[in-house]
């Protein structure tokens, strides 16, 4: 069975502190793994992808994620917090390209105190 | 990156009135797109995937025949709601699939989401 989990449904972290938000899947095939943000009422922005070409991916606005086939995880990860950070995260998985359903993580909730 | 629009962006409506919700992909064809919905402070919900020129797909416990999808051309699918009432207020969004050839013969699947529409039925 294929699944996502967040394992943090809302983080705080303080201004120009680094950003953690972690993701686990579960997947019987190869996966393409997503980070997007959601910023209130506004729809879903694609931070970056896993496509298989090298294990730490870089994406928009000074984030990256790391893909761990051992551990079966996909963090995301910032090294500085901006206020504008502050939003709603899902990490995405794709258990098969082109064939299976696309599987949300439940989110997580990342506070940027000033 | 690919755009996908939603319109319109917010709607309001009497209880029993129909809604219809447009999503367009920008600058390529999507040959799938799928519809959403999220509640407050929660993920997204998939209700069905929107095929062009086919029938769409929907998930268990999403009536048909209430979400009515259109998937008439390569850039665009509708979503009307029939008969809105109060339950169905919710943001809902659309999104395109994109299927890319990458490096070493392999592909990734991308979708890329609209705005969202946000339904409001009094």
């Known amino acids: 069975a294929q699944s996502v989990t967040q394992l943090d449904s809302h983080v705080s972290v303080s201004e120009g502190t680094p950003v953690l938000l972690r993701c686990n899947y579960s997947?019987?095939?190869?996966?393409?793994l997503f980070w997007y943000v959601q910023h209130p009422n506004k729809g879903l922005q694609l931070l970056l992808k896993?496509?298989?070409?090298?294990?730490l991916v870089k994406g928009i606005n000074g984030f990256e994620a790391e893909f761990k086939k051992s551990e079966t995880s996909f963090h995301l990860t910032k090294p500085s917090a901006h206020m504008s950070d502050a939003a709603e995260y899902f990490c995405?998985?794709?258990?098969?390209?082109?064939?299976?359903?696309?599987?949300f993580g439940a989110g997580t909730r990342l506070f940027v105190k000033a | 990156g690919a755009v996908v629009s939603q319109h319109p962006s917010r709607v309001i409506c009497k209880s029993g009135t129909s809604v219809k919700i447009e999503c367009r992909s920008l600058?390529?064809?999507?040959?799938?797109m799928f519809w959403y919905r999220q509640f407050p402070k929660k993920s997204l919900m998939l209700m069905a995937t929107?095929?062009?020129?086919?029938?769409?797909?929907?998930e268990q416990g999403v009536e048909k025949d209430k979400f009515l999808i259109n998937h008439a051309s390569l850039t665009l699918s509708t979503l009307t709601v029939t008969s809105a009432h109060p339950e169905d207020s919710s943001f809902y969004i659309c999104?395109?699939?994109?299927?890319?050839?990458?490096?070493?013969?392999?592909?990734?699947?991308?979708?890329?989401f609209g705005p969202g529409t946000r339904l409001t039925v009094l």
């Open positions: 995405v998985v794709t258990p098969y390209t082109g064939g299976f359903k696309t599987i």
């Open positions: 997947s019987s095939y190869s996966p393409s």
């Open positions: 929107s095929n062009e020129g086919s029938k769409a797909t929907y």
């Open positions: 999104s395109a699939r994109v299927l890319a050839s990458g490096s070493g013969g392999t592909s990734t699947d991308t979708q890329y």
């Open positions: 896993y496509t298989s070409a090298a294990t």
């Open positions: 600058d390529f064809q999507a040959t799938t």
